[in-house]
């Protein structure tokens, strides 16, 4: 089981990215895919998740409050690929992001359900 990351960069305040998470090695529909986000000092933080309660064909998005309205996380599940559209970015949106899956039921907006994590791709706004 593999995540990898791609799409992070340097971008000014107002501008926007798209950050990929390609999925590998995967057999099981998951229950929750989501991107995290870490600071340097700061704690990690749920950006964004889809709550798939182990099916294919459902998921329910969530969102931080400081990213409601900005962010948007999507699915691809014929490409295997999870999405985080941002905009509007914000100097405090500055950070490492990372994408995660967890196979089994639990808290989505807990990290520590996670089991799989991917490298993670610094998204840098200034």
């Known amino acids: 089981v593999q995540l990898v990351e791609s799409g992070g960069g340097s971008v000014q305040a107002g501008g926007s990215l798209t950050l990929s998470c390609s999925a590998s090695?995967?057999?099981?529909?998951?229950?929750?895919v989501g991107w995290f986000r870490q600071a340097p000092g700061e704690a990690r933080e749920d950006v964004a998740h889809i709550d798939s309660d182990g099916r294919s064909d459902f998921g329910t998005s969530s969102y931080a409050d400081s990213v409601k309205g900005r962010f948007a996380v999507s699915l691809n599940s014929a490409k295997n690929t999870l999405y985080l559209h941002m905009n509007s970015l914000k100097p405090d949106d500055t950070a490492m992001y990372v994408c995660?899956?967890?196979?089994?039921?639990?808290?989505?907006?807990?990290?520590?359900?996670?089991?799989?994590w991917g490298q993670g791709t610094q998204v840098t706004v200034s």
């Open positions: 995660a899956v967890a196979d089994s039921a639990g808290d989505c907006y807990s990290a520590s359900e996670y089991n799989y």
């Open positions: 090695g995967f057999t099981d529909p998951s229950y929750c």
